[in-house]
């Protein structure tokens, strides 16, 4: 059973930087493309960026190009996302997802998925 566990948020003030990880078990890591989505009460969940199997191709939405950075660490299980130059619209719950290539997972038809690990960024 793969199982994909979220940390690392919280409250940050605006132009703050948050970094979330999220951690990877019960399956083979490196062969995962790896993703974060986010959601705010009352709108559809959100593409935030992804990452492929070996960490070569990542793609970010356009609303956080420049300001957010996804990463991974194929030895520790790991996936992160650096949230730099925060705003308050940036606010949501924020959720990994594990699919077989990026294009997968950047439609949201991830395999599998976290919880979520909140981010609220005030003003």
């Known amino acids: 059973q793969v199982q994909l566990v979220e940390s690392g948020g919280g409250l940050v003030e605006a132009g703050g930087s948050l970094r979330l990880s999220c951690a990877v078990s019960?399956?083979?890591?490196?062969?995962?493309?790896l993703g974060w989505f986010r959601q705010s009460p009352g709108k559809e969940r959100e593409f935030v960026a992804a990452i492929s199997s070996r960490g070569i191709a990542t793609n970010y939405a356009d609303s956080v190009k420049g300001r957010f950075t996804i990463s991974r660490d194929n030895a520790k299980n790991t996936v992160y996302l650096q949230m730099n130059s925060l705003r308050p619209e940036d606010t949501a719950a924020y959720y990994c997802?594990?699919?077989?290539?990026?294009?997968?997972?950047?439609?949201?038809?991830?395999?599998?998925w976290g919880q979520g690990t909140q981010v609220t960024v005030s003003s």
């Open positions: 997802t594990a699919g077989s290539i990026v294009a997968v997972v950047r439609r949201g038809d991830g395999n599998y």
């Open positions: 019960g399956g083979t890591f490196s062969s995962y493309a």
